[in-house]
């Protein structure tokens, strides 16, 4: 395995700072990943998302293998070169996909068979194929193991089962990896809400080994409580000198209560989906500029940012562009919301580093209360 | 009248190249102007569009109107602050706008009254209504006449009248714009295909005095042939001290051959429309990006360009974006048009100024041939 240098600078009650060093680049933590689901994190073009600051994007296995089809993106290169992204790309495994994406699944303990949502053609998913895909086709810095995903709520004996295949599939995956010097594999631990079943999977991944540690199977509808409550032990399962990587999260509260509970690592098509509906956040929490409150509201989203969008044009200006259905208003909103996002990130790491997260933390909830 | 200074420095046969001096900034010419309707140029931000070269954009006075209101947009400081672009910007009349987008269009002597499209609201739009919207709510730096737009073809008569009344209009912009010093009033030739109503239209607007002076009544159905024999007599009726403005033009074709009759300033949403649709323009004339013979194209759509869009990205990518229905591809076809487009009008500049313009338009037309 590659087990790219990952050196922690600083820790501050459970939260931590610091770097993953992969052959493409650094990755500061705790990082937030925006999403390149079908090699374009959507509406922006790669150097407007490497101006928000983010060290590293994500692509999907998923939407990749159907269109334009791994084989040919290998084809054109990988998806490094495919997308115009030189940077760290972490790719998920599929596994999330299949469940919520994808029709008629059918898992086995083989593989995961399913159906495109764009023809209906029939496609196979094992833990052998998305290792393929991912490592070899794409070409992806951070490979992630295939889990068996779960909606939620689950009853315990179906999250156990779908876990304990998960951590199967978890060590097929790391057959099939092997030995590579510029790549990473990372588990993902399962387990619903079950401590019992979140502690067990840990010692299962642990058994294996891998170069990163990812949590899984939370974000997907237990509400911000449930998942702090998971988290206040789960990542405690998890190797502390490895990087932790909450996946699909999240909200910015659900980042900095991640962070504070020892996460490294996020990503989420949040800021860029919210942002294409006219949604922006803000220090203090989320407004949509649809709303006829910013018709002629001179300030700009965030006149401290770095990013044209934020700083540069009027919330009257971006109604009108939302009003109008314009195509800048979805481009500045992602943009913004990235930056916020990537600013958020920046703000834990110096807090961690001057050892007064706790006080940011508190800040953060102040701004959201003063505006509620 | 503000008579923004025009030096020409070259002339090649009929083409001419100079500068075009407005109180924001110079304007190379033959220019061509990026359309920004609805205070925007669609699917761009204002860096990107002025990345490609682009001296002077082009606002939309019916789009304004109806939303966010010019009044409004006056509020909030006038077009250029609102939608980020620093320099010159031309708005149309609305003229055209009342005959193409507008429903139940009525025109009086006094003035034009439509629904809008938008929210089948009234409107009034008088010469002095546009002017005022145009000069001093949105603070255009080039502002046009409100001109009574014909569709093609119409019979000579009624050409006659709407030319005739076009000038009328044109009379009472004058009028009302009274004497501005860092703004430009431009007058619109009218008179369809017909030879005399053309003269005739060119002497009464001659008579009342602009800063500049427009062809209008072209490239609204009459097709490229029947448009250049209109120019072959056309543009020699406008003074040839003053800029010349074909509206709504067009293809590059057009564009070379416009040049070519001594026409300075064009403007189309050719470009931007085209490539929200997949297509892209190059040296070999057009292609459209979903063509499946792009899925494996390595290669980008120009090399040698300096636009990102152009430069950085393969076919193959793009060809991809399109399929997928992302909004990057609007906003990379959209680009890269505008480049190509202000590359070719610098082409025909450099052309002029070397003499050599008469070779440049036999090589861009063998290019075409080429392809074809």
């Known amino acids: 395995m590659a087990a790219f240098p990952f050196a922690i600078a600083a820790v501050d009650g459970a939260a931590r700072t610091g770097v993953l060093k992969t052959s493409r680049g650094d990755i500061a933590t705790p990082a937030f990943m925006p999403v390149g689901t079908a090699g374009t994190v959507k509406a922006l073009t790669m150097g407007q998302v490497a101006a928000t600051g983010a060290n590293i994007i994500l692509g999907n296995t998923v939407h990749l293998m159907l269109r334009p089809g791994s084989e040919r993106v290998a084809r054109l290169g990988g998806l490094h070169k495919f997308s115009g992204w030189s940077g760290p790309m972490l790719t998920d495994s599929g596994g999330f996909q299949v469940m919520s994406l994808a029709k008629l699944?059918?898992?086995?303990?083989?593989?995961?068979?399913?159906?495109?949502?764009?023809?209906?053609?029939?496609?196979?998913?094992?833990?052998?194929?998305?290792?393929?895909?991912?490592?070899?086709?794409?070409?992806?810095?951070?490979?992630?193991?295939?889990?068996?995903?779960?909606?939620?709520?689950?009853?315990?004996?179906?999250?156990?089962?779908?876990?304990?295949?998960?951590?199967?599939?978890?060590?097929?995956?790391?057959?099939?990896?092997?030995?590579?010097?510029?790549?990473?594999?990372?588990?993902?631990?399962?387990?619903?809400?079950?401590?019992?079943?979140?502690?067990?999977?840990?010692?299962?991944?642990?058994?294996?080994?891998?170069?990163?540690?990812?949590?899984?199977?939370?974000?997907?509808?237990?509400?911000?409580?449930?998942?702090?409550?998971?988290?206040?032990?789960?990542?405690?399962?998890?190797?502390?000198?490895?990087?932790?990587?909450?996946?699909?999260?999240?909200?910015?509260?659900?980042?900095?209560?991640?962070?504070?509970?020892?996460?490294?690592?996020?990503?989420?098509?949040?800021?860029?989906?919210?942002?294409?509906?006219?949604?922006?956040?803000?220090w203090e929490g989320s407004i949509n500029l649809k709303s006829a409150r910013f018709a002629e509201d001179e300030t700009p989203l965030d006149v401290t940012s770095d990013c044209p969008a934020s700083r540069d044009y009027t919330k009257a200006y971006l109604h009108h562009l939302v009003k109008s259905g314009e195509i800048l208003a979805q481009v500045m909103l992602s943009w913004h919301n990235l930056a916020f996002y990537q600013t958020l990130m920046r703000s834990m790491r110096e807090a961690i580093a001057a050892g007064r997260f706790e006080a940011f933390r508190r800040e953060f909830h102040a701004g959201l209360r003063q505006a509620a």
């Open 105 to 282: 699944t059918k898992i086995s303990e083989e593989a995961a068979t399913f159906a495109s949502p764009i023809d209906g053609s029939r496609h196979v998913l094992s833990p052998e194929r998305s290792i393929a895909i991912q490592a070899d086709h794409l070409g992806s810095d951070i490979v992630m193991q295939l889990d068996e995903c779960i909606v939620w709520p689950s009853p315990e004996p179906r999250a156990a089962d779908a876990m304990r295949r998960s951590a199967r599939w978890g060590a097929r995956c790391k057959i099939a990896f092997g030995t590579r010097h510029a790549q990473a594999l990372f588990g993902i631990q399962q387990g619903s809400t079950f401590e019992p079943l979140r502690r067990e999977s840990s010692e299962r991944l642990i058994e294996t080994g891998y170069d990163g540690y990812a949590i899984g199977g939370l974000a997907v509808g237990e509400g911000h409580q449930a998942m702090c409550d998971t988290l206040d032990y789960c990542t405690g399962f998890l190797p502390a000198h490895r990087p932790r990587y909450l996946m699909g999260v999240g909200k910015p509260i659900d980042l900095v209560e991640g962070v504070a509970r020892g996460v490294d690592m996020f990503d989420c098509v949040l800021p860029t989906r919210a942002g294409r509906h006219g949604q922006a956040w803000t």
